[in-house]
C-alpha cells in the first residue's frame, strides 16, 4: 500500500471501554497515548479520557508523534433531536477541525440496543420510512455543515442499530447526498452479515464514498455463543467477540487490495474492543502493528 496515502491509528477503546467504564479504567490517559505511539501508530481517535482543550491535547500528542484522525459522534435524527444533534454536532466538528481532524465519524442512535442488555442479532432497532427520511434528511445537513470546513460526514455502521445490515447501509447511502460518507468497519460487517464475501461486498460498492475505515477482527465462536445465549452487544464485547486484525477469522488482504487498488486514501484505525484484563491492550496494539506492517508494507 502507498504510505502516502495512508496513514495508521488505534483507537483507546481497547485500553477503556466508554461503553463499559469500568474495563479498563485504571488505564490512564497518558499510559493510553504512550503505549500507542511505542507499538508504531501515528493516530488516534478520541476516547473520554482525553482532555477536549486542544491546547491541552495537541502538545500531549505532539511530543508523542501522535495525530487525532476521528472521534464518535452520536446522531438523535430519527427520534425528532434535530436542532439539539446539530448544536453538538458544531461544537464536536470545531473540537476535531482544531486538532487537524478531517473526518467525523458518526452513528445514528435513536432506538439504538447496542448499550442495552437486549439480544443484538434478535432485537435490533428497524427504522420506519418517516425515521429514514429525518435521518437522511439530518445527515445531508451535517455533511454540508461539516463542507465548509473542508471536513467530511461519515456513518459507522453498527450493531444493534438500524444501519446495521448490508440492506440499510444500501438504503442509507441511496437516502443521502455524495458528499455524506461511509464509515467502514470490517469487523461490524462481518458481525452482521456473517460471512467474509457479503462484509467485502460493501467495501467494494462503497469505496468512493468511504473517506475512513475500522480495522476490526471478529471470533466467529464468540458471535455463535452470543447468538445462541441470546446476548447483547457488550456482553459479546466482554466475551471477546472482536480483537485486533490477524487474530480472529476475518482475512483482511482482500481489504487491504481493495483500498489500494482504489487508491485509497485516509486512516486505517485499528479499533477492537476487548476486555484489557483478558486482553493487554499494549500486546494487542504491537501485534496489529505486526500484522499490518506484514501485509500491507506500511
Known amino acids: 500500500m502507498n504510505k502516502q496515502n495512508v496513514k495508521l491509528a488505534i483507537a483507546p477503546i481497547g485500553w477503556t471501554n466508554d461503553d463499559m467504564p469500568e474495563l479498563g479504567s485504571e488505564n490512564t490517559f497518558q499510559q493510553t497515548v504512550s503505549e500507542m505511539a511505542l507499538a508504531g501508530f501515528s493516530?488516534?481517535?478520541?476516547?473520554?479520557?482525553?482532555?477536549?482543550?486542544?491546547?491541552?491535547?495537541?502538545?500531549?500528542?505532539?511530543?508523542r508523534g501522535l495525530e487525532i484522525c476521528?472521534?464518535?459522534?452520536?446522531?438523535?435524527?430519527?427520534?425528532?433531536?434535530?436542532?439539539?444533534?446539530?448544536?453538538?454536532?458544531?461544537n464536536h466538528m470545531n473540537f476535531l477541525h482544531a486538532m487537524g481532524a478531517r473526518v467525523i465519524g458518526c452513528s445514528e442512535q435513536s432506538k439504538s440496543i447496542q448499550g442495552t442488555t437486549l439480544a443484538v442479532l434478535e432485537e435490533k432497532p428497524i427504522f420506519s420510512d418517516e425515521e429514514w427520511r429525518l435521518t437522511a434528511e439530518g445527515y445531508n445537513q451535517l455533511a454540508q455543515i461539516a463542507a465548509e470546513k473542508g471536513m467530511r460526514v461519515c456513518l459507522h455502521h453498527h450493531m444493534g442499530t438500524a444501519i446495521q445490515t448490508s440492506e440499510e447501509i444500501?438504503?442509507?447511502?441511496?437516502?443521502?447526498d455524495e458528499r455524506v460518507g461511509l464509515l467502514y468497519d470490517t469487523g461490524?460487517?462481518?458481525?452482521?452479515?456473517?460471512?467474509?464475501?457479503?462484509?467485502?461486498?460493501?467495501?467494494?460498492?462503497?469505496?468512493?464514498?468511504?473517506?475512513?475505515?475500522?480495522?476490526?477482527?471478529?471470533?466467529?465462536?464468540?458471535?455463535?455463543?452470543?447468538?445462541?445465549?441470546?446476548l447483547s452487544f457488550l456482553d459479546g464485547v466482554k466475551k471477546g467477540t472482536f480483537t485486533v486484525p490477524g487474530d480472529g477469522v476475518i482475512d483482511f488482504k482482500p481489504v487491504f487490495k481493495l483500498l489500494d487498488e482504489y487508491?485509497?486514501?485516509?486512516?486505517?484505525?485499528?479499533?477492537?474492543?476487548?476486555?484489557?484484563?483478558?486482553a493487554n491492550p499494549f500486546e494487542?496494539?504491537?501485534?496489529?502493528?505486526?500484522?499490518?506492517?506484514?501485509?500491507t508494507g506500511i
Request: aromatic share 12%.
Open 43 to 63: 493516530g488516534s481517535e478520541v476516547g473520554s479520557k482525553y482532555p477536549r482543550d486542544p491546547a491541552v491535547l495537541k502538545p500531549m500528542l505532539e511530543i
Open 263 to 278: 487508491g485509497y486514501q485516509g486512516w486505517m484505525v485499528v479499533e477492537a474492543e476487548q476486555d484489557p484484563a483478558l
Open 70 to 90: 476521528n472521534a464518535w459522534f452520536s446522531t438523535f435524527f430519527a427520534n425528532g433531536e434535530k436542532a439539539k444533534t446539530i448544536d453538538e454536532f458544531v
Open 170 to 176: 444500501d438504503r442509507f447511502m441511496a437516502l443521502t
Open 284 to 295: 494487542y496494539a504491537v501485534k496489529a502493528r505486526k500484522y499490518i506492517r506484514e501485509n
Open 188 to 230: 461490524h460487517a462481518y458481525y452482521s452479515e456473517g460471512s467474509q464475501e457479503k462484509m467485502l461486498a460493501v467495501l467494494e460498492k462503497y469505496l468512493p464514498r468511504i473517506p475512513h475505515v475500522h480495522l476490526k477482527d471478529v471470533r466467529d465462536e464468540v458471535v455463535a455463543e452470543v447468538r445462541a445465549q441470546k
